[in-house]
């Protein structure tokens, strides 16, 4: 079992909607988790990070986090075409002193204009 | 901008050669970690320097090597390329105490 999964892709939404982009964990000690966002040839950038149990909101976007099931999801309100791109779920993992992300496969997502 | 650079930001090798990519931190961030991201996967964890010493590294075998220099730069550096090597390679630089990490915008590495 992957340490982190995310829901496949791609996923297609239109203009205006929300999209609902899902991800899940197996590391139960987990404390910080992330959103970033990657466009097509570029590094990821960081939208949303998340430490405790329920809803955080920055502007357009909600992180979700339910630690008892190990989920943790992002809403995008009023999508945009330049939201379009793979976003990236991570959990910290602590391996000996280090702080080690590790990262989903990265949900595609389109919005469609 | 995350305030981290990476040199070069392409490059093509041959099967067989060495290389050495370079990272710069963000000003006071004195932990670096270098992640290799195939196409179509997520950044897999390579290692992590701090106080130039590597303290974590993830599964990748011992011709990828690191550095970290006093003023918080690093280098990764990849013997005996192979195929498989070609990829995304990130650099995220933080601090000791600090969960988030920022990324630099990559060096892109063709293995012919």
């Known amino acids: 079992q992957k340490e982190v999964e995310q829901n496949s892709g791609p996923l297609s939404v239109p203009e205006g909607a929300i999209a609902s982009l899902n991800c899940t964990y197996s590391?139960?000690?987990?404390?910080?988790f992330f959103w970033y966002r990657q466009y097509s040839g570029k590094s990821p950038e960081l939208i949303m990070s998340i430490y405790s149990n329920g809803d955080k909101e920055d502007g357009r976007f909600t992180a979700q986090l339910n630690k008892a099931s190990q989920y943790v999801s992002l809403l995008i309100r009023d999508s945009q075409p330049s939201d379009s791109a793979t976003y990236l779920c991570?959990?910290?993992?602590?391996?000996?002193?280090?702080?080690?992300?590790?990262f989903g496969s990265g949900t595609q997502l389109t919005v469609l204009p | 901008e995350t305030g981290v650079t990476q040199s070069p930001t392409h490059l093509i090798k041959t099967r067989g050669q060495q290389v050495t990519l370079r990272c710069s931190s963000q000003s006071g961030h004195n932990t670096v970690s270098w992640y290799q991201q195939a196409l179509g996967q997520g950044p897999q964890f390579i290692f992590q320097?701090?106080?130039?010493?590597?303290?974590g590294r993830g599964n990748f075998p011992p011709r990828f090597s690191g550095l970290q220099f006093p003023n918080y730069s690093s280098e990764l550096n990849v013997n005996a390329l192979e195929l498989d090597d070609s990829a995304l390679y990130l650099c995220?630089?933080?601090?000791?105490?600090?969960?988030?990490?920022?990324f630099g915008p990559g060096t892109r590495l063709l293995v012919l």
């Open positions: 991570a959990v910290v993992l602590m391996d000996g002193s280090a702080r080690q992300l590790t």
């Open positions: 995220a630089t933080t601090t000791r105490n600090q969960e988030t990490q920022y």
């Open positions: 320097y701090y106080r130039e010493e590597e303290n």
């Open positions: 590391d139960r000690v987990s404390q910080s």
